[in-house]
């Protein structure tokens, strides 16, 4: 419908601008005009020249509207062109955020992955630590486990894991722990 429309415009403007349809006779500024030579019936070729110049009128109005028409499909192809492009923007805006949001997950799973490593080497060097090589008396006769070998005074130490200490019946000592 548009395009009928503004084909149909584009010949009327044309015609208009050649003088068929009619208000041929208006006087145009600036033009000079024919002195009238009478009511004349026209030669047969006046009427053929008239004819002639009616088809070379179709021809051009026909040519315009092809331009028209051509000029209108251009339009229509550049702007499906552009909505192809906006379209393909948007879904490559769309994949780079998505992107960027599956990285930043990743780093921040990693960085938590990295700090619950490091939580379990403190809690394992903890446990190391504790259960270290305990002292006890050589003798067995005592019933606790220090940390120091020189604690209460003992005569004679015999060095335990500290889990081995505990399982052979040890308690910690209250000076040392």
Same mark, same amino acid.
């Given at each position: 419908?548009?395009?009928?429309?503004?084909?149909?415009?584009?010949?009327? *403007?044309?015609?208009?601008?050649? @003088? &068929?349809? @009619? @208000?041929?006779?208006?006087? &145009?500024?600036?033009?000079?005009?024919?002195?009238?030579?009478g009511p004349e019936a026209p030669t047969?070729?006046?009427?053929?020249? @008239?004819?002639?110049?009616?088809? &070379?009128?179709d021809d051009a109005l026909e040519q315009a509207a092809r331009e028209e028409a051509e000029a209108l499909a251009a339009?229509?192809? *550049? $702007?499906? $062109?552009a909505e192809e492009k906006a379209v393909a923007e948007a879904a490559a805006q769309k994949e780079a955020e998505e992107k960027a949001a599956a990285e930043a997950k990743a780093a921040e799973e990693a960085a938590a992955a990295?700090?619950? *490593?490091?939580?379990?080497?403190?809690?394992?060097?903890?446990?190391?630590?504790q259960a270290g090589s305990v002292y006890a008396a050589a003798s067995g006769?005592?019933?606790?486990?220090?940390?120091?070998p020189n604690c209460s005074s003992m005569n004679g130490t015999k060095e335990l894991s500290k889990t081995e200490a505990e399982k052979q019946g040890y308690t910690p000592c209250k000076k040392c722990y």
């Open positions: 419908m548009r395009k009928k429309l503004t084909g149909l415009l584009a010949a009327a *403007a044309l015609a208009m601008a050649l @003088g &068929v349809l @009619g @208000g041929c006779g208006a006087p &145009v500024e600036g033009a000079v005009s024919l002195p009238e030579t047969s070729q006046e009427a053929q020249d @008239g004819a002639s110049g009616q088809e &070379v009128q339009a229509e192809a *550049a $702007e499906r $062109e990295e700090a619950a *490593a490091q939580q379990e080497t403190q809690a394992q060097q903890q446990e190391e630590k006769k005592g019933k606790k486990y220090h940390s120091n």
